[in-house]
């Protein structure tokens, strides 16, 4: 079972491998690419040496750039390796996915052929997975982003920070950079390419029919999506032409997409980025619809094709479909909120959410509601300002969505933001009355008789008997509520708009729910439950609401087992 402490180490990777892997598409040469390629794999996986080696014309390797050691980028940089050398060492060691991996003791075969590299030799390693400075890992990249592509270069690595050969999180994260790196140095390849075609289109008036021919095949041919839109004027951002790996992307002819602007087809939720890239030229992240309905994630540039005479023309916009790595990062998300055995979020998870329905202000006595007011929640902190400084006495209006505007003295700054937040409010502390009111229930599961499972039939049952009960207790729970688990045996449910006693019938059914036999390798075994119930409240931390929940659950456990002693 991994421990508590390793879905926040993933979240920290995942959030530096995301910076780093967007930083690729930020350079604006080939080089700037090849060099930050290199860069990122210091900043973001985690080494302090690496090496990009792209293939020349020719077929050999030449080392395009070094990262994270100067001495070694005066060694190496510029250096040529034959195809017959690369090709050598990317047939021998280990296969970790589409990466390679040399320990020492194979490796020094190599150390006499033509491949630049540092020489770093060191004692044998002290444990297992210690890294060795003999020791050779490598990255291809390919054109279609795995071993059926065409080789365009080799990532190579060596010094991780933590001493240690990468484990599978981390082996994963270098393979999926050099996937992305892969793409990014394609795309440099045909910007420059691009950008080549339109200066010649500008500057070469006397060839114009034949640079018009150059940037039609590069346009038409090229292996994402291209357009071609107006800039200015009534039809501003009108498609004037489309290549035909945009209408593929898209689902739609060239001549239904000459009827459309990226605005009638991105998502309503990105249409202000959109906007924002539009008007001068840049890069974002939207999604485009498809003539199904369904809508892709898509990567747009677009370039203005200035006229020096007439001022901007039109704008060229490259779209590149990243459906599939939005598809990764979503799977790198989840894995590092998410308990690997269970599929349940992880205690990171749960305390995020619960930390969301919480403030720092706890509601005012008098303006929480009771009843059938209670529903709706708490007056906002923002609200809840407003009042204090008697900005109602005073005439003013709501100029502008979360801004409060008007005249006053007791107006500082001239405005007031509005923050919608509804407070969570616990329900009256008397048990023998239900006054109706409706808050976010916490109950805390603790199982009874699990430990003498994991003693007695081993690990495997013990995590046989977890995954059924998790699966049991989300089965019990309606749709929006969360159910958690926050290590070993315990897990943790959040029900929103539950009064008291609706929260002992739900830790009654949960517990009905768990008791019955659960199979593993044709055995039946049992398992009790013991639930704590505790209340969020504004005011509160999560963790304090945890704890208060945890602590109600002891105090039923030692309830039951004294009920238990006196019954036997």
Known sequence: METESEPYIRLATLRLLHQVVADLNTARSLADTVQTVADGVIAGLGYQLSAVNLVRPDGDLVVAAVGGNAGAEALMAGRVGSRASWERRLSMGDRWGDLHFIPYTEGWVLDEDDVPEWPTPGPAPRY???WHPMDRLFAPMYTAGGAGGELIGVITVDRPS?????GAWGREALQMYAFHAATAIGNARLRANMQRALLRLEREQQALRASEESFRQAFEYAPSGMAIAEMGGDQHGRLLRANDALCRLLGRPASALRRYSFSDLVHREDIGTLLRTSAEGGRSELRLARRDGSYVWVSLRNSVVADAADGPRFLLTHVEDIEERKHHELQLAHRASHDSLTGLPNSAELRARLGSRLCGNPPRPGRSGTGADAGAGALSRGYDEFERL???DEPGVFDAPGV???PGPNRPGGSIPYEPHVHAIAP?????VDDGHKGLAVLFCDLDGFK????RFGHHAGDAVLIEVARRLAAGVREGDTVARLGGDEFVVLADGLGRADAKDLAVRLRNAITPP??????????????GIGWASCGMTA???LQSADQRMYVEKRSRAKDRRRVG
């Open 128 to 130: 297992a997975d210690e």
């Open 162 to 166: 933590n001493g240690r050969r990468p």
């Open 390 to 392: 008697a900005v109602f």
């Open 404 to 406: 409060f505007e008007g």
């Open 428 to 432: 009256r502390e008397d048990d023998d």
């Open 452 to 455: 003498s499972i994991n003693d």
């Open 518 to 531: 659960i199979r593993v390798d044709g055995r039946a075994v049992r398992v009790g439950a013991s639930f």
């Open 543 to 545: 963790e304090e609401v």
